[in-house]
Every structure is written in C-alpha cells, then in structure tokens.
C-alpha cells in the first residue's frame, strides 16, 4: 500500500522558523514534492528532492532521507501569507505511473 | 506565463445529472492529471494522460470518463452524479521529465444537489 503521514496542524508566529515533516510508505519511490494550498486555491509546488540532502528555494527549503523515508518543508521568516495548508506527495515509480500521491496535508496557522 | 485553464469554474447540477469538466493544460505540457479534492481533504487522483493516452488511472468511479484531444485538451465526463460527487475538482499539466512539479488550475466547483 501506498501512505505519508503528516502533522495535521501546526501553529507558529510570524518571523520564526517551522519545519512539517512527512514520512512514507510507498512501493517504489521516486522523490518527494511539496506543495501548498491556500483555502480555496489550487495546489502549487514549492519544492522536490529526488535525492538525499537538503533543497533550498528562498525562504522555503526541503529536506529528504531515502534511507529514513522520512522527509521535512523548512519554512524560515514566517509571513502571515504562508497561512496555508502544506502536502507532501510522492511519485511512487518512475517509469509506469504519472499520477502523485499526496499525503493529507498539515495546516499551518501563522500567528502575528 | 499561461496557465492552467478549467472550465467552468462553479457548476451546480442536480442527482443523476452529467456533468463535463474542460481543462486547457500549459503550451508545450505533454501530460494532463485529474484530480479530486473533497473538503477538508487532499486531492485524490482520478486519471492522468501522455500524449493523448491514459497513462495511469487512480480511484476514478466507473459513472467517470475522461480524454484527450488533439489539441491537447482534456475534458473530465461524470455521468449520473451523485451527493457525493460535490467536490474541487483540478486538472493539473506537467512535461513527462517533471511529472512531480505539476501545475495545478484554479478548479471547478461541483456541487450536486
């Protein structure tokens, strides 16, 4: 079976640092998204690691562990506009299936 | 940059309805993906498409069709609808070589009634 497990809510305040973690289980396993969502909104990618080690794209940065199946979204300077909810997804092989699988999302709750 | 485009954005129809959802992936994005998000949750895969053919298919209920047309356009069909159907539904467009960065559009809004 296919699963990723997150946190389903995290609250911080604005200016500080707040990591989400995502664990998976999958059969084959070919990196792993991030996405966030506003409410209302449409998903949009913020990250991917195909291999081990640490991703960085501004004030957003990924982390993945192959051997841990363990992954984590590091959000530095919190603004309140990253009030959002945050999936993690795993494309789980690379050659037969396109299709991502996402976990059920932590909703983070940035506090001024 | 142009986007993903759905249509319609809201659609209310009534139980035993069908219902045709369009979407317009980004120029040049060779692969199209369906789908369903229900409140609260996460989106579920429907069905995904590669140079007009299904590639992959997910928790699509039979009542569901879904294809890709020459101009690469897809459209979602949903016959005999049920409550249980009223959901965001999203059509998201990537290239092959970076099916995990995939752009999502803004969604239709189905409610069943």
């Known amino acids: 079976g296919q699963s990723l497990e997150q946190p389903s809510e995290v609250t911080a305040v604005e200016g500080a640092i707040v990591q989400i973690n995502c664990t998976y289980q999958?059969?084959?396993?070919?990196?792993l998204s991030w996405y966030q969502q506003h409410d209302g909104g449409a998903p949009t990618f913020l990250s991917y690691?195909?291999?081990?080690g640490l991703e960085e794209t501004g004030r957003f940065s990924s982390f993945l562990s192959r051997s841990d199946s363990y992954g984590y979204l590091l959000l530095q300077e919190l603004q309140m506009k990253d009030s959002a909810s945050y999936f993690c997804?795993?494309?789980?092989?690379?050659?037969?299936?396109?299709?991502?699988?996402f976990g059920s999302g932590t909703r983070l709750l940035v506090r001024p | 940059a142009a986007g993903v485009i759905q249509s319609p954005r809201h659609l209310i129809k009534e139980k035993r309805e069908t219902a045709t959802l369009k979407c317009y992936p980004i120029?040049?994005?060779?692969?199209v993906y369906w789908y369903q998000q229900g409140p609260g949750q996460d989106p579920q895969f429907l069905i995904s498409?590669?140079?007009?053919?299904?590639?992959d298919k997910g928790s699509i209920p039979d009542r569901f069709s879904a294809q890709q047309f020459s101009d690469y356009h897809s459209e979602l069909n949903m016959s005999s609808l049920e409550l249980g159907d009223s959901a965001l539904y999203f059509c998201?467009?990537?290239?092959?070589?970076?099916?995990?960065?995939?752009?999502f559009g803004p969604g239709t809004r189905l409610t069943v009634t």
């Open positions: 998201a467009s990537s290239s092959l070589t970076s099916t995990y960065e995939q752009y």
């Open positions: 690691n195909g291999l081990d």
């Open positions: 498409f590669y140079e007009k053919m299904q590639s």
């Open positions: 999958t059969s084959g396993f070919y990196g």
């Open positions: 120029p040049r994005h060779d692969t």
């Open positions: 997804a795993v494309r789980a092989t690379r050659d037969s299936s396109y299709k991502l699988i």
